[in-house]
């Protein structure tokens, strides 16, 4: 490896390092715009839906319930808390129609994480950005400062040449060693 390339190898793998966090945030961003979402609705829409045969299942978690329609779409809408109405619906049109029964299903929600970490964790990406660009510019400070032994032949050149003498080369010497 010559000097030149061995200057620029850490300057390389740096940026070999924030093209593949670019291209894996670009990934991860072109699979959510990907994934479908669920269409919001409104509570009385739900309850429209259920009462007209067009639902399938509902599945409630929290303070959102989740239908999914006849031709297969799935939709939510907000909950009120302590509402019954949902539930007699469904009862209701099982009880009309059994041949065409919706599926109930409650779930327990999951206990999120609040506003505090969330905002932290979604901190993360910029946290590791600046971090990649603080790592970068010290490898490239690093790369571009000549190697202690490359420093001491150019003194050793210096005196064989007679630009320094030995005293100057011995105190040189000393302060790039240490």
């Known amino acids: 490896m010559t000097d030149r390339s061995a200057r620029f190898e850490p300057v390389r793998g740096i940026l070999l390092l924030i093209l593949l966090v670019v291209l894996a945030v670009a990934f991860l961003y072109a699979y959510r715009e990907q994934s479908p979402s669920v269409e919001t609705i409104s509570y009385g829409q739900l309850l429209t839906g259920i009462q007209g045969g067009q639902v399938r299942a509902v599945t409630v978690e929290g303070g959102r319930a989740t239908i999914t ?3 297969g779409t799935r939709q ?7 509402d ?4 007699r619906a469904v009862s209701d049109r099982n009880q009309t ?12 929600s999951s206990p999120g994480f609040g506003l505090a970490p ?7 990406p910029l946290l ?3 971090a990649l660009i603080l790592l970068a510019a010290s490898a490239f400070s690093r790369a571009r400062a000549p190697h202690r032994y490359e420093l001491l032949a150019r ?3 210096l005196r064989d040449r007679g630009a320094l003498s030995e005293e100057e080369f011995q105190r040189e010497k000393r302060r790039v060693l240490g």
């Open 69 to 71: 329609r006849s031709d």
């Open 76 to 82: 939510q809408a907000t909950v009120p808390d302590r």
């Open 84 to 87: 019954d109405a949902l539930a």
């Open 97 to 108: 129609d059994p041949a065409h029964r919706i599926e109930w299903r409650y779930e327990q």
């Open 118 to 124: 969330a905002a932290l964790l979604s901190s993360v």
């Open 128 to 130: 590791v950005l600046i």
């Open 155 to 157: 003194l050793a050149d």
